[in-house]
T-cell receptor, first 113, second 111 residues
């Protein structure tokens, strides 16, 4: 088990609604990355936050947005939910001095109906 | 699009046998990592191999990297039922810490 926690564990939303997912990074880590994993697929990079600013973004539309707080925890917000947003959302924390060593949380399972 | 492609998609073996999974990728990389995922939960880091390394060991795991063929393999020796999981390779480009994953190999180890 890593020290990365995510909440909630499961979530069911209706198309068009908005959702906020939360991630607490491992102690000592200052970078958080978010990934989306559709069923049967590998995770896909959404974006990364470092020092409270977006530090890289994958091929996701602007309705996917995020925040990082001074304690390095992070939120992922998705507006105008679509059915294809149903997935496991994973966050990973790392330390800027060892950026490739990413520690993943257990994920949030989002279902959009 | 996903950088890595694992092969096979699924693998079923008996306890005690060895399991070999392969990963191919498309562009030059800084390093390649292997992760394990149990039942759609979080990813567990197994091993990282840098682009200037050819082989690495960790316990029952052996990873090889062939940058000329843009491929890697993960060997799990003496498999156990607890090794049943999906295994993913993930690559990182120079100067970037973001990970690009393949679709994974589902490994089933039967007692």
């Amino acid at each position: 088990e890593t020290g990365v926690t995510q909440s909630p564990t499961h979530l069911i939303k209706t198309r068009g609604q908005q959702v906020t997912l939360r991630c607490s990074s491992q102690s000592g880590h200052n970078t958080v990355s978010w990934y989306q994993q559709a069923l049967g697929q590998g995770p896909q990079f959404i974006f990364q936050y470092y020092r409270e600013e977006e530090n890289g973004r994958g091929n996701f539309p602007p309705r996917f947005s995020g925040l990082q707080f001074p304690n390095y925890s992070s939120e992922l917000n998705v507006n105008a939910l679509e059915l294809d947003d149903s997935a496991l959302y994973l966050c990973a924390s790392s330390f800027s001095g060892a950026p490739y060593e990413q520690y993943f949380g257990p994920g949030t399972r989002l279902t959009v109906t | 699009s996903q950088q890595g492609e694992e092969d096979p998609q699924a693998l079923s073996i008996q306890e005690g046998e060895n399991a070999t999974m392969n990963c191919s990728y498309k562009t030059s990389i800084n390093n390649l990592q292997w992760y394990r995922q149990n039942s759609g939960r979080g990813l567990v880091h197994l091993i990282l191999i840098r682009s200037n390394e050819r082989e690495k060991h960790s316990g029952r795991l052996r990873v090889t990297l062939d940058t000329s063929k843009k491929s890697s393999s993960l060997l799990i020796t003496a498999s156990r039922a607890a090794d049943t999981a999906s295994y993913f390779c993930a690559t990182s480009l120079s100067g970037y810490s973001t990970l690009t994953f393949g679709k994974g190999t589902m490994l089933l180890v039967s007692p």
